[in-house]
């Protein structure tokens, strides 16, 4: 096993040390995209770590992300430069430094029709000529993410044969990132922590924090222990409320539709389609590599209870292929979804909701999409350190700030922060992830580690050949997951690692032969 391998095994050698009274520099609560970065930034500087989930990684909203790396642009529409530069330079160290293999650049269509008028579309052009600054600015080279330009009608409907051609002028094309996968980011943050030592440990469930210790649950034997740290952070997303009264967040439902291959006809492109009587506000169709399509996104409050897996109302469906039908030649219907999925954004509930005097200067506003994307650290009157706010792309600042903020309070010593130059694990620059012997599909997921799962498949070819006539995941993948991902169980393998998942049917496929790959694995580590 190497120093980045997550398994049962070292789960229970690690929770093991913490119940005997092991005591680390930071405890961290939540393994979303925010703790498992957290958990990074901190062993990275040669901190002590514990992560306590009580679920799986990236269980929460990290995995219902529309699995785009954004530069900003929209925060740019409303005037929040900060923001967006930030956004930016973000973006671009994800995308040539950090995960050059879990990212890419996807183009994005505007289409403009003769019922656009050209004072919107010369604003969407001016936004998007803005946001290629941006991208200037923060030093991401225009051979990642080329330069935005306008195109003939003829090649819009190249790109996406599915446009409708009645009343096509042309297009505006831009670029940004795009995610292979929103929860393997997350797996490979916290599969990097651990190769620096970090202790990450699932299923297990924070009971109780103050600011230098979390009693928490060992959710599969049941068993209660006290993780002693110099200081405690909860990083628990939109669920932060649960274990800080004082933080009030209004969570904000983002829904996506998962169409049939072949439903929208966009190939590679994805497309924006404006949502009717909204000046910045878009529709957009993202192409997925298996084939299928994201429709999204809405951006809608939600109240009561916060659950753990949301749902997607009617509404947003009838909504969501309403507007995206506008531009296409047949109407897309509800035969064409294959399966939806959606996320909770952890916003801030105005500048009183924060509890705290390092809280941000945000007020409440009626509708969930106007409030900030910004994120925050805020000391609880108990001494435990909450990090709200924020969203995916900012993720590694987001982690920086919190640590910087964990040093300050408790007196521990380390210098700054490294991670905007650290690769994750498998991460390579893109001339040397080109060159990598193993399947296209397998780097894109795997990076410089691809050859380690193929390699599997050719000790034993069974392992090699696909779970199901109708995927391409292979049963080596599987196996990886259970030795060096951390998955625990068939669920964590469909859900998190090879999100078959998102459309049960294929999920349901290939569970049983998946139950049968994870049995036999954990027994092997036992």
């Given amino acids: 096993m190497t120093p980045g391998s997550l398994n049962a095994r070292r789960r229970e050698r690690e929770l093991a040390a913490l119940a005997g009274g092991e005591r680390v520099d930071l405890a961290v609560v939540g393994g979303g995209v925010t703790g498992a970065g957290i958990a990074l930034d901190a062993a990275a500087r040669g901190l002590s770590v514990a992560l306590v989930e009580a679920y799986d990684l990236a269980y929460g909203t990290s995995r219902w992300s529309s699995k785009l790396v954004h530069g900003g642009l929209r925060y740019l529409a409303k005037g929040d430069l900060a923001l967006a530069h930030e956004s930016a330079v973000e973006r671009g160290i994800l995308m040539t430094r950090t995960a050059p293999h879990l990212t890419r650049a996807i183009p994005q269509l505007f289409p403009m029709y003769r019922k656009t008028s050209r004072g919107q579309q010369a604003f969407i052009m001016t936004g998007l000529v803005a946001g290629d600054g941006l991208r200037r600015a923060a030093g991401t080279p225009a051979s990642v993410l080329p330069r935005p330009r306008s195109i003939p009608a003829a090649e819009a409907l190249a790109l996406a044969p599915g446009l409708s051609p009645q009343g096509l002028r042309g297009a505006l094309l831009a670029y940004d990132g795009a995610l292979t996968d929103d929860a393997r980011l997350v797996v490979s943050l916290a599969r990097t922590a651990a190769s620096r030592g970090a202790k990450i440990l699932t299923r297990?469930?924070?009971?109780?924090?103050?600011?230098?210790?979390?009693?928490?649950?060992?959710r599969l034997t049941g068993g209660e222990l006290e993780i002693h740290a110099g200081q405690v952070i909860n990083a628990t997303?939109?669920?932060?409320?649960?274990?800080?009264?004082?933080?009030?967040?209004?969570?904000?439902?983002?829904?996506?539709?998962?169409?049939?291959?072949?439903?929208?006809?966009?190939?590679?492109?994805s497309v924006n389609v404006p949502v009717p009587g909204e000046n910045n506000r878009f529709v957009f169709l993202l192409p997925?590599?298996?084939?299928?399509?994201?429709?999204?996104?809405?951006?809608?409050?939600?109240?009561?209870?916060?659950?753990?897996?949301?749902?997607?109302?009617?509404?947003?469906?009838?909504?969501?292929?309403?507007?995206?039908?506008?531009?296409?030649?047949?109407?897309?219907?509800r035969d064409d979804v294959d399966g939806s999925f959606a996320g909770l954004r952890?916003?801030?509930?105005?500048?009183?909701?924060?509890?705290?005097?390092?809280?941000?200067?945000?007020?409440?506003?009626?509708?969930?999409?106007?409030?900030?994307r910004k994120h925050a650290v805020v000391t609880g009157a108990d001494g435990v350190l909450t990090v709200v706010g924020g969203k995916l792309t900012t993720y590694r600042k987001m982690a920086e700030d919190a640590v910087d903020a964990a040093l300050k309070r408790s007196g521990l010593h380390a210098g700054p922060s490294t991670t905007s130059r650290l690769p994750l694990l498998g991460a390579a620059p893109r001339s040397?992830?080109?060159?990598?012997?193993?399947?296209?599909?397998?780097?894109?997921?795997?990076?410089?580690?691809?050859?380690?799962?193929?390699?599997?498949?050719?000790?034993?070819?069974?392992?090699?050949?696909?779970?199901?006539?109708?995927?391409?995941?292979?049963?080596?993948?599987?196996?990886?997951?259970?030795?060096?991902?951390?998955?625990?169980?068939?669920?964590?393998?469909?859900?998190?690692?090879?999100?078959?998942?998102?459309?049960?049917?294929?999920?349901?496929?290939?569970?049983?032969?998946?139950?049968?790959?994870?049995?036999?694995?954990?027994?092997?580590?036992?």
């Fill in 288 to 333: 997925q590599p298996d084939g299928r399509v994201f429709v999204g996104v809405t951006d809608e409050p939600i109240d009561g209870p916060i659950p753990r897996i949301p749902s997607v109302p009617e509404s947003d469906v009838d909504f969501l292929l309403e507007v995206a039908s506008t531009a296409f030649t047949r109407p897309l219907t």
């Fill in 204 to 218: 297990v469930e924070a009971l109780r924090l103050d600011a230098g210790s979390v009693l928490a649950r060992d």
């Fill in 432 to 526: 040397r992830l080109s060159t990598v012997d193993a399947p296209a599909r397998l780097v894109a997921k795997y990076g410089t580690e691809a050859p380690r799962i193929a390699a599997l498949g050719e000790v034993d070819p069974e392992l090699g050949l696909p779970l199901s006539a109708g995927t391409e995941i292979s049963a080596a993948e599987v196996v990886w997951a259970v030795r060096h991902e951390g998955a625990l169980d068939v669920e964590d393998v469909l859900e998190r690692r090879t999100r078959l998942g998102l459309i049960t049917a294929d999920a349901d496929a290939v569970r049983p032969h998946v139950r049968e790959l994870v049995d036999k694995s954990l027994a092997g580590l036992s």
């Fill in 237 to 269: 997303g939109v669920w932060a409320g649960e274990l800080a009264e004082s933080v009030r967040l209004r969570p904000s439902r983002g829904s996506h539709l998962i169409l049939a291959s072949g439903a929208a006809r966009i190939g590679a492109t």
């Fill in 346 to 372: 952890p916003l801030v509930e105005g500048d009183g909701g924060l509890g705290s005097k390092h809280s941000l200067p945000l007020r409440a506003r009626r509708r969930s999409a106007d409030l900030s």
